[in-house]
């Protein structure tokens, strides 16, 4: 079989370079050196000479879009010792870059403040939590250092992203929200440089809550939101 002659075929989306395929038609044995390999249609042959064509492989691969994969509630549990407590709650999700543009993406979070929902007795209603999370890839200490290990998801083959442009621990500011006075600007978690993050990525992350020493005991909820949007 010769390959002498592999024409390449047309780039598409996100600079994907397609070689072009070669179907060999003919009797499986050695052929000799061809200049040139006509095209397979119309078809010719002769009983003397092994005959090749070629045709041209093509392939469009058209762009998806980005997306979050994550749980829909994250906890954490303590009983209160009189002494400020922190405790780790470990959040998994898988961010999705879909688009083939190359363009990387840039990970967000905010939160609202912990709002008791079921107090116990003599709770005043509406107690908030305002202390501001320390997400890392610390599992021991609140204030490590230690940057998140990404991964890429079973069945995807990934571009992993980058952390160097991250200091950890990072603080999730509390936002009350626009119509309750008091906004703030999402703290970022997570950045994918060009080229990288393509694929789907797993994050595996410490959200760490400080529960202070006065806090009443009952049961809080709050909202955290993830934002993941294009370029780094």
Do not use: E
């Not at 403040?113 to 509406?126: D, I, Q």
Request: with cysteine; net charge positive.
């Amino acid at each position: 079989m010769s390959n002498k002659q592999r024409p390449q075929g047309p780039k598409v989306l996100a600079s994907i370079a397609l070689l072009t395929g070669v179907l060999i038609a003919g009797p499986a044995v050695a052929l000799p050196s061809i200049a040139s390999a006509a095209a397979c249609s119309p078809r010719q042959s002769t009983s003397s000479v092994p005959y090749a064509c070629s045709i041209s492989g093509q392939a469009t691969v058209a762009p998806g879009s980005m997306a979050i994969d994550a749980p829909s509630t994250l906890k954490w549990s303590a009983t209160l010792s009189g002494f400020d407590l922190n405790r780790d709650g470990r959040l998994t999700y898988t961010l999705i870059d879909a688009t083939g543009s190359g363009s990387g993406w840039s990970l967000t979070a905010s939160a609202t403040p912990l709002t008791a929902r079921t107090p116990a007795s003599g709770l005043p209603t509406g107690k908030r939590m305002h202390k501001p999370y320390f997400v890392n890839g610390s599992a021991t200490t609140a204030l490590s250092s230690a940057r998140p290990k990404p991964s890429c998801a079973t069945g995807s083959t990934c571009t992993l992203p980058g952390y160097q442009k991250i200091a950890y621990p990072v603080s999730v500011p509390i936002c009350t929200g626009a119509n309750t006075g008091t906004t703030c600007t999402p703290a970022t978690l997570a950045i994918a440089p060009l080229t990288t993050g393509l694929g789907a990525v797993v994050c595996t992350t410490d959200w760490w809550l400080t529960i202070p020493a006065n806090t009443f005991a009952g049961h809080y909820t709050d909202t955290i939101t993830l934002s993941l949007s294009s370029g780094p």
